[in-house]
């Protein structure tokens, strides 16, 4: 049994979530809460297997819950929120940098015509991420001295890089935001970017990603230039590729590997039409979703890299394509940033 802790300061949606979690018989709600501060009070006596936390709620709210979660007794941590206006998705992103594992649309009532559509989303994302492992994080104050060598960047040489695909599922929000950080704002090529996310959700991660990187991020449209130093976000429900001229390629293609967009397609067409000079990046996320195609990009030259597992929430993207042999790289997120700067700086 999945031992669930619901909170949320909203009886009725605490009510709603239950009935919906009562119908598989794998989940146990162990108990519900009306704020941050009942769960912390619920967690010190039962340690339930996952958390469904809700964002805005009176006193403690979902955002200092999850950190003081995550800073003692650590428990997979899903937010769960009602709203996809990019304030409120910015706090859910901060959560998740706090150590939440994925964020969901709150499931809609009985009657509405996406509610069996919510419930199996919210119900399979409980089965997946109650699987996570996940640390305890250390309170914002103290300081965690990394130690990074000069020499573990060893780049290979290229005849020059038009371009960075990245694709990212579970745990990927976070580990963009690192990457981002890294790449200085004179960053000289585009970089688009693949990442699963609920619906609904992708533009307040744009919007919460511009306040954490020197290169702007932006929705990625149909036929644009892809300009140096910016990012593209693939939007909601439609694949993202690239056409001749290094122009952005929106597609409503089938879905791959049941996933729409895709970093499947992504790498596809970065493979078919840049080969050598691009670089691939597969980072956290669950399933194979981009794998066999990060070896395919390698294959045609391309320098790919996937993240390691000891950074990664759920490595199951690239620890299948490292598996394939697809990687030239396996590291960590800070790692990758030096890496791609590296690159591109080496091969301008």
């Not at 390698?298 to 993207?317: C, F, L, N, P, W």
Request: hydrophobic share 45%; charged share 20%; glycine share 10%.
């Amino acid at each position: 049994m999945i031992k669930v802790l619901i909170v949320d300061d909203s009886a009725i949606a605490r009510e709603c979530i239950r009935s919906i979690l009562a119908q598989d018989p794998q989940i146990e709600v162990v108990g519900t809460a009306g704020s941050g501060k009942e769960a912390l009070a619920f967690i010190e006596h039962q340690k339930p297997d996952i958390i469904l936390m809700d964002m805005s709620m009176p006193g403690m709210d979902g955002l200092d819950a999850t950190r003081q979660i995550m800073e003692t007794k650590p428990v997979p941590i899903i937010i769960v929120t009602g709203s996809c206006d990019p304030d409120s998705v910015s706090s859910s992103f901060g959560a998740m940098e706090a150590g939440a594992v994925t964020i969901l649309d709150k499931p809609k009532v009985i009657g509405h015509p996406d509610h069996v559509v919510t419930a199996n989303q919210l119900i399979q994302a409980i089965k997946s991420m109650s699987q996570v492992h996940v640390v305890r994080r250390w309170p914002r104050n103290r300081t965690v001295k990394t130690e990074v060598q000069s020499n573990d960047v060893l780049p290979v040489r290229l005849s020059g890089i038009q371009l960075v695909a990245i694709g990212a599922s579970t745990g990927g929000p976070i580990v963009l935001s690192t990457i981002l950080k890294g790449l200085p704002n004179d960053f000289s090529v585009p970089l688009l970017i693949v990442q699963h996310i609920a619906p609904g959700f992708v533009d307040g991660l744009v919007e919460w990603l511009n306040q954490h990187s020197a290169v702007p991020i932006s929705m990625a449209k149909h036929g644009e230039a892809l300009l140096p130093g910016r990012g593209y976000m693939a939007p909601d429900g439609v694949h993202l590729g690239v056409a001749e001229g290094n122009r952005a390629f929106l597609s409503h293609a089938e879905p791959m590997n049941g996933l729409r967009p895709a970093v499947s397609y992504l790498f596809t067409s970065v493979a078919d039409l840049l080969g050598p000079a691009a670089i691939g990046v597969l980072l956290t996320g669950m399933g194979k979703d981009g794998a066999p195609e990060l070896k395919i990009l390698k294959d045609r030259g391309a320098i790919t890299i996937a993240q390691d597992e000891s950074s990664s929430v759920v490595h199951g993207m690239p620890g299948e394509a490292i598996k394939l042999g697809g990687a030239t790289y396996v590291l960590p997120p800070e790692k990758i940033a030096r890496t791609l700067v590296a690159l591109v700086q080496e091969h301008k």
